[in-house]
């Protein structure tokens, strides 16, 4: 279970986990639209997921599973600040369930760094 601070945003839509103590770890999440937020608890959420599921998503999602840790660099371009187009790259690392990972894989293996290649974009 993830321990730290996490944001994701889509389309408007940030959800953030573990953003305060009293929530950790991933008790709820906060989902933020227009500047108003609204909490739900963890356990809601994943009914409130299970009720659109299909037959194939519901079994997936409930079987026991191997997962893989994935870490991503991720590169922002600077608007502001600092030098106006500096680029910083940093890690995000999560965790997939394996067969996800096996064929994300096959299908992105052109874009993946080695690991030699990931230490080098952090210097």
């Not at 408007?12 to 953003?19: H, I, L, P, S, Y």
């Not at 680029?87 to 096996?102: A, D, G, K, Q, R």
């Amino acid at each position: 279970m993830i321990k730290e601070y996490q944001k994701f945003e889509h389309n408007g839509v940030k959800f953030e986990a573990n953003w305060k103590e009293k929530v950790k770890p991933c008790k709820s999440i906060k989902i933020t639209v227009k500047g108003k937020s609204a909490e739900i608890d963890k356990n809601d959420l994943y009914a409130l997921l299970m009720l659109y599921a299909d037959d194939k998503q519901m079994e997936a999602s409930l079987a026991q599973k191997p997962f893989k840790k994935i870490t991503r660099m991720l590169q922002a371009k600077l608007k502001e600040d600092k030098k106006k187009g500096d680029v910083i790259v940093f890690p995000l690392t999560y965790e997939v369930p394996e067969e996800v990972y096996i064929q994300w894989e096959k299908e992105n293996k052109d874009k993946m760094l080695s690991k030699e290649e990931a230490k080098d974009k952090l210097k």
